[in-house]
């Protein structure tokens, strides 16, 4: 270019500019151009706080990191948190993946998308049932089938066949391979409702992620912090956990209680062992008396010891267990599991004096004088009467004293009084506790060769 036409554009250039100083502005005013959205439109959320958890899993898997779980004032009952996702409209990209994840389907997108403001702090929002400015807006975006991204059906348990079932006292819940564990233990969401309601407040993402991880070592070390019984409780535990699971509020709950039996399943008694025994602390320097070894008084064991304490078990049936031995069936309880936890228990240094009844053996007082504390773990073994007129006739039975008959008679047929198997009955209750006794019954009369008569009302 020449330096005369160089000259003339940056002289005349300007004034281009300059024109435009004197026209009208082409700028359209949005809210007077209002365009509706269209119906898979994805513009601000909605979450109805009724049916959210505060799971956080929308939070997790947001990949701008735009979702905040905060803390609501709202009353939660178990299984819930007190918290909300807020989402900050300064990052989020609408992608859709927080709705598409959300475990209980509260989160969902309008069509809404103005939100006008200069100022950058006010596009953080908590989302509710009215979505973000609570006006009316039509929903937008919602998952579909397509979009799913949850594993909600669970990998199937295997079991012995009916046929095989039906007159045998053997355990029938089989367990999972790795390859079935591994791939129920990935449908977890590390949400964490579920360790607000276990019993044993254990911390059930940790030993489900060391199962998905295939470390089933990591997994007992982390299912000892809070469960000295877990081959127990992986077989037998009533598992309230799995009520409130996150995928199960739209598919099957993760296998808890399968997955935790899996991961003792795997590993031996001696690793067990060196685990816990890596686990004592040695402060304590007292002796500890324990009645009873049952679940509470062997679990009072186990702890008192990583503690330092000398701890005796004072039993006074033939072997430890309580009601694990004496009353859960075989079918869901087998001895072997039973004495894998108990040889951990004992292998700290913990002496169980069996045959020991206290008040017959060895008085109260005289614990009270040898030992520096006491502690009673007795239990129910005795069962509750209806009080119904007639109860008292030869022919009504209470649970318990008949589970323990059955077990003592399938244990030993050789030493143990052979149980009444009656051609009928009836049984009152629907509970694990009278599902046993019609589950046993049954099998002792398919065993027998009578035909299977029991009424559970
Ligand atoms: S995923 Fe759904 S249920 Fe869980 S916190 Fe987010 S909105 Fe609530
Ligand atoms: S097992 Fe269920 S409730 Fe527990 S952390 Fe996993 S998804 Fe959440």
Not at 164 to 178: A, L
Not at 223 to 250: A, F
């Amino acid at each position: 270019m020449s330096i005369y036409e160089t000259f003339k554009k940056s002289f005349w250039g300007p004034t281009i500019a300059w024109k435009r100083l004197f026209t009208k502005p082409v700028t359209i005013k949005v809210p007077k151009v209002y365009r509706e959205a269209a119906e898979r439109y994805r513009g601000f959320h909605v979450n109805d706080w009724e049916l959210c958890t505060g799971c956080s899993t929308c939070s997790k898997i947001c990949p701008t990191d735009a979702i905040k779980m905060v803390p609501v004032d709202i009353e939660v009952e178990p299984g819930k948190k007190a918290q909300r996702p807020a989402i900050d409209y300064g990052r989020c990209t609408f992608c859709g993946m927080c709705v598409d994840i959300c475990t209980t389907g509260s989160l969902k997108m309008t069509r809404e998308y103005i939100h006008i403001s200069d100022d950058p702090n006010t596009f953080f929002f908590l989302p509710d049932e009215a979505g973000i400015h609570h006006q009316e807006i039509p929903l937008g975006y919602q998952r579909d089938e397509a979009s799913e991204l949850l594993d909600l059906e669970r990998v199937e348990m295997e079991e012995l066949p009916a046929s095989e079932r039906v007159n045998s006292f053997i355990e029938y819940v089989k367990g999972y391979s790795k390859e079935q564990a591994i791939a129920e233990a990935a449908r977890c969401v590390d949400c964490e409702l579920c360790v607000d309601v276990c019993p044993a407040n254990m911390d059930i993402p940790r030993y489900i992620e060391s199962a998905f991880r295939d470390n089933t070592k990591e997994g007992v070390e982390w299912i000892y912090k809070t469960n000295p019984l877990p081959g127990v409780c992986g077989r037998v535990c009533t598992h309230k956990c799995e009520t409130v699971c996150s995928i199960g509020h739209r598919g099957e709950p993760v296998a808890i209680r399968w997955l935790k039996r899996y991961i003792m399943d795997q590993e031996s008694v001696k690793d067990i062992i060196k685990n816990a025994k890596e686990n004592v602390v040695k402060k304590g320097t007292g002796k500890i008396a324990i009645i009873g070894a049952g679940p509470s008084g062997l679990s009072a064991a186990y702890y008192l010891s990583l503690m330092g304490y000398k701890v005796t078990i004072f039993e006074a049936k033939e072997l430890p267990g309580g009601v694990m031995r004496y009353g859960i069936p075989r079918y869901r309880l087998p001895d072997e599991a039973l004495d894998k936890d108990i040889g951990v228990i004992k292998a700290l240094g913990i002496e169980i004096k069996c045959n020991s009844t206290v008040g017959k053996d060895i008085t109260l007082d005289e614990l009270k004088e040898k030992y520096d504390a006491v502690f009673l773990g007795t239990g129910f073994t005795l069962g509750r009467s209806t009080k119904v007129p007639g109860t008292d006739h030869k022919d009504v039975l209470m649970a318990l004293p008949l589970l323990e008959k059955i077990r003592d008679y399938l244990r030993d047929p050789g030493k143990s009084e052979k149980p009444h198997v009656p051609d009928s009955l009836i049984v009152i209750g629907g509970g694990n506790v009278a599902m046993d006794v019609a589950r046993s019954i049954a099998r002792l009369q398919r065993m027998e060769g009578k035909k299977v008569n029991v009424k559970v009302t």
